[in-house]
């Protein structure tokens, strides 16, 4: 054993009072990022998502009262019963072994342990999907994207679902090839979309707004670009939208007219009319041809980026492999109509 005098003790103090502000410091580090940078589970939007957001405040606080009070006890042992010189007797040893003692951190421990158990079977309770909802809708993963499908209304989309505030949602998932996982932090927890098999979870996003999302399996080389996006209305422009868009799709002219609106509308905006994300595309057959136009779809990433409404294109936003989930007569076909809407004759 090693003795201390009040200089080396100091010194000790001072390295224990470093080691602690640095170990507090890393550990509400996560906590800093998380709440800080949207989309934040702890900024949360559906019911689902505050009970996880509420068990994880709970834990929380009661992890930061036993840190408390055990760092207390261990910094006030270390001080009140250091040796403070050679002569020193060793402190009283004589609650070694105390059955009192041993029972009070026993049953303290077992007693926080249950409170938790209790609130996370509420929280397993709240996020069960097994539940009656208002509507349903279809996920599909796919290497590198996401296909919604909404079976009652006859709409499909990339990378974008579409839903009414308020109306309790049902999300059935299921995968074209790996697993991946559906994942709209503040919307609940992740779900993992397994090919042959159909998961659920469910939502109720009570504000309007966009939600991000982004698929949380390893799923292969462009399992980072595969966003996807909840976009929150109330109902009356959410039926407004299905009716428009429905009707779109149904009466869409030529089967590109149709691959484009499932496939590319969220993002790129055919005569002003579109999504915002991607450069518009009336012209691009024009002004580019169609080599670069199947180029594009094909390898979205090897082309030089156009100018998108927000600025320059950022690489990477378009699905890689893009093209791959497009049969040989849809990218033909596609490729026709923008051909046709830039009026390019045939
Ligand atoms: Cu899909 Cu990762």
């Known amino acids: 054993m090693f003795s201390m005098d009040s200089r080396n003790f100091k010194r000790f103090f001072r390295l224990v009072r470093r080691a602690a502000l640095l170990a507090t410091a890393l550990a509400l580090l996560p906590v800093a990022v998380a709440w800080a940078a949207p989309p934040s589970p702890l900024d949360p939007a559906s019911p689902g998502a505050r009970s996880i957001a509420n068990l994880h405040w709970t834990v929380l606080w009661i992890a930061a009262v036993v840190f408390v009070i055990v760092s207390g006890l261990l910094i006030y042992s270390l001080i009140r019963f250091r040796r403070k010189s050679v002569e020193d007797p060793e402190p009283d040893q004589s609650f070694h072994g105390s059955a009192m003692l041993e029972t009070i951190w026993t ?3 077992v007693g926080i342990l249950l409170v938790i158990l209790v609130l996370t079977f509420q929280t397993l309770k709240d996020t069960n999907p097994n539940r009656s909802t208002d509507m349903t809708v279809r996920v599909i993963g796919k290497q590198w994207l996401w296909e919604v499908q909404y079976p009652d209304r006859n709409i499909r989309l990339t ?5 009414p505030v308020n109306t309790d949602i049902k999300v059935e998932l299921t995968s074209a090839d790996v697993i991946h996982s559906f994942w709209v932090p ?8 397994v090919p042959g098999y159909l998961t659920t979870t469910w939502f109720k996003v009570d504000r309007p707004g966009t939600f991000r999302g982004q698929c949380a399996e390893y799923c292969g080389l462009g399992h980072s670009k595969m966003p996807i996006e909840v976009i929150a209305m109330d109902q009356e422009s959410f039926d407004l939208w299905t009716t428009a868009t429905a009707e779109k799709q149904a009466n869409a002219s030529s089967q590109g007219e149709l691959v484009f609106s499932t496939n590319c509308a969220s993002c790129h ?3 002003g009319e579109g ?9 691009v057959y024009a002004e580019k041809g169609e080599d670069y136009v199947r180029e594009s779809i094909l390898n979205p990433n090897a082309v030089i980026a156009i100018q998108c409404p927000a600025g320059p294109c950022p690489s990477g936003v378009m699905p890689q492999n893009f093209g791959e989930q497009l049969s040989e007569d849809e990218l033909n076909s596609v490729v026709s109509y923008l051909q046709a809407v830039a009026g390019v004759e045939e």
């Open 159 to 163: 990378n974008e679902l579409r839903v």
């Open 186 to 193: 503040q919307l609940g927890g992740k779900k993992d979309a």
């Open 107 to 109: 049953v303290i421990p």
């Open 275 to 283: 999504g915002q994300i991607g450069p518009e595309l009336t012209n």
């Open 269 to 271: 905006a055919i005569n």
